[in-house]
């Protein structure tokens, strides 16, 4: 079985579409293929180590393999399976983000060889459009595109690369982009380019999903405030209102990263949109407590159309070692339920103590 990506090139200010055949095999559910439901899992930012300033931030033994192995099977049975890259893959690359200390600024360059992990977790999807996806510039950013292409890994979020579509169970397509705030990314404040990128997704694809880099960062912006939330002065967007633009546009599921804390769930217009993913494997260079160091990996079923009917929350933690475990504690399903009750009232979800998601009659 072949498995084909379309993607869409921005070079010189043209645009080209180009065809990709990878001959590894698509693995999926039949149960699934035959009533025509996807299952998405979704986890937030992936940060598996860097080497600026220097090796001391890698893990032991050079080797990323250990941080998520517990959470490979979770992550590999569904259909898609999504990420947010923070942070560009490159060996040489130098720094382009302006640090007045190099010793202390937070800029990532993760080693090349350490995508593998992410190929063998069986990431199909990532958001590269981030504020640490262009920390080491134009170079950086097109190692990280080769490299992701080589796995038939699909990805999507900056200026070169602003939306991809992925075929599953060989019927179904689905059209992916995300947007950011950060110079390089598709912006989530241009409308046009919003509205023009979704709705050749919408037109052409049967699934359309959206991932953002918004919202305040850390404990103090857990709530949803639908109103414009800013950051060190940067305007990080009405993460809601944008969310609801996005589901009005044709999207299908809307999935949230940037605050590093997990943040509630909501349905729209029988659409899920996850408002943030949190901290999912973040070694060294993130803050890590409180609820900075607890997030959700979400299990999705979406129907052909897109409509969200069901799911899980499988709540994780990162140890002292950096490795990403199930939480015995399941904080994130009590924090996402807590955060559901506060800020949408209304809500139609329904999440049990297990995590299960279902909606109300």
Known sequence: MFHILLRKYLLNGIFLTIFIFSAIPVLFSQANAEHDIITLVAVGDIMTGTSFPDNSYLPPGNDPFPLMSSLFDVLSEPDLTFGNLEGPFSDSAKLVKKCRDTTTCYAFRVPESYAGVLDSAGFDLLSIANNHIGDFGYEAKQTTAMILDSLNISYAGTDEYPWTIRMVHDTIRVGFCAFAPNKGTVNLHDEKRITAIVSLLEDSCDIVVVSVHGGGEGANYQHITREEEFYYGENRGNIYEFAHRIVDLGADIVLGHGPHVSRAMEIYRGRLIAYSLGNFCTYRRFNLSGPNGYAPVIYAYLGRD???????????????????????????????RELITTDFPESELIIDNDGNITLKN
């Open 306 to 336: 897109g409509e969200f009917t069901g799911g899980k929350i499988i709540p994780v933690y990162q140890n002292n070692y950096g490795h990403v475990k199930t939480d015995p504690q399941k904080r994130a399903i009590f924090k996402i």
